[in-house]
């Protein structure tokens, strides 16, 4: 096996870069022994070498002209990789602009903390760990590619901001673990023609796409007010659309963030409620590993890619025991109007109850008692089976009650409308 070339570049002047980098150098080398690579490390060499590339960078680093004029020409390469020991605002290099970088940090959207990424701080040791095997790993891909390994099949993850950027690279970890490559393996331009044309450019080879909603909506386009996030779901839509339908397509809410930004619940209810943005796409409201869970079966061939309007029901029936078989005038209208109708009373179990919840278009609730604890109940159904496998909303929800005495003031602003007999309901 011939070996592998690695050069690390790195400020010696700035004591946290070269004490980083020190350790780093070793880590890096019983990681390579570990994955049976021969590799050739390299730090700050004084003559032009072939390989690959990393500039270890942190904030201190990124005004020190001497620094840069020694790493010159690898600063101009754009397969060098930049290795961020901290956040840096603006670095104006054409690196910065060509690849993602590696961060050794991240940033909890909550709270704004900042979480460096050390060997020798416990609570984060992990992840320091994690971020060099990552490195050997697609270095090790990259050598084997170079060697005329076929080329693998790409998928489409979006970008957003660094807040988020755990979550991307968790899925991007597992998607080059599945055996596909990741695009865009560019950092996306805040021009916006610049940037819809480096969307465009990876959307082309991509056998699947996946968007994460992130909780916070952040203005990436000034000029525009548009978020990154929303940008690359219109374009992708529009792809969708006018080019090419053949990829599948998620939309991934994230149910470990709550969306409290009003501008980010504008835009998800816009996700939701156009056409455009649901058609030929899944979007699901999970963890992390339930989204990987059902791109996998998708990606290895096991499930089918499917829209919610390829399995919704279109109308769900809940029934309380006193209006049991008494509105069977409400489940031959809407037969009548070529309707699919399920209803609760057919020996159901819980969660498949709450499956029919989530997939149904319209639901209707028959109240034919006074039992405010069983109304109770199933609102808080309707409410909870949105997490289960979609977030597409309702396009109505009815109360419908056996007499116009039942008490459901309290629930009244839950529901579309609030129908008194059968008749009424017949009539709409």
């Known amino acids: 096996m011939s070996t592998l070339n690695v050069i690390l570049w790195f400020n010696e002047e700035n004591t946290k870069s070269n004490d980083f980098a020190k350790t780093f150098i070793d880590d890096l080398q ?16 004084t003559d032009e070498m072939e390989g690959k590339h990393f500039i270890i960078l942190s904030a201190a680093d990124s005004s020190s002209t001497k620094f840069f004029s020694k790493c010159k020409n690898a600063t101009n390469n754009p397969e060098t990789k930049l290795l961020l020991l901290d956040p840096i605002e603006n670095i104006d290099l054409t690196i910065s602009k060509s690849s993602q970088p590696i961060l050794f940090w991240d940033k909890l ?18 992840k320091y760990w994690e971020k060099v095997i990552d490195i050997v790993v697609e270095l090790n891909d990259q050598y084997l590619k170079d060697s005329a390994i076929p080329k693998r099949e790409k ?13 991307s690279e968790n899925l991007k970890r597992d998607l ?8 865009p393996n560019v950092v996306l331009s805040n021009s916006i023609d610049e940037c819809t044309s480096q969307i465009l450019n990876a959307l082309e080879s991509a056998r699947l796409i996946i968007h994460f909603i992130p909780p916070i909506y952040n203005s990436f386009f000034v000029n525009q007010q548009l ?32 969306i409290t930004d009003e501008e980010n619940q504008v835009f998800v209810e816009k996700i939701q409620r156009d056409e455009k943005q649901t058609k030929g796409t899944m979007i699901l409201k999970s963890s992390i590993e339930d989204l990987k869970k059902y791109y996998r079966k998708v990606l290895q061939g096991d499930g089918t890619l499917k829209s919610e309007a390829d ?23 809407f037969k009548g109007r070529n309707l699919s109708v399920d209803i609760n009373y057919t020996g159901i179990t819980y969660n498949q109850h709450l499956a029919k919840l989530a997939a149904a278009k319209i639901v209707v609730v028959c109240y034919g008692s006074e039992n405010e604890q069983w109304l109770k109940v199933k609102v808080n159904d309707i409410q909870k089976s949105k997490g289960i496998d979609s977030y597409q909303p309702y396009e109505q929800l009815y109360l419908l009650k056996a007499n116009s005495s039942l008490d459901v003031k309290s629930y009244e602003s839950f529901f579309t409308q609030v129908l008194h007999d059968t008749k009424a309901f017949l009539s709409l």
């Open 155 to 167: 998928v489409y993850l979006s970008q957003d901001i660094i807040s988020y950027n755990a979550e």
């Open 109 to 126: 959207y909550a709270t704004d903390e900042i979480r460096l990424f050390r060997r020798d701080i416990s609570e984060s040791q992990a």
């Open 227 to 258: 978020s990154l996030a929303e940008h690359q779901c219109n374009i992708s839509a529009d792809y969708l659309e006018k080019i090419n339908p053949k990829p599948g397509r998620i939309i991934w809410i994230p149910s470990a963030y709550e």
């Open 176 to 183: 080059n673990d599945l055996g596909f490559d990741v695009l």
């Open 311 to 333: 399995h919704k029901n279109d109308v769900y029936i809940v029934m309380d025991s006193d209006a049991n078989g008494n509105y069977k005038s409400v489940v031959d209208t």
């Open 30 to 45: 019983k990681c390579f022994v570990r994955f049976g690579q021969a590799v050739n490390l390299q730090s700050n060499p």
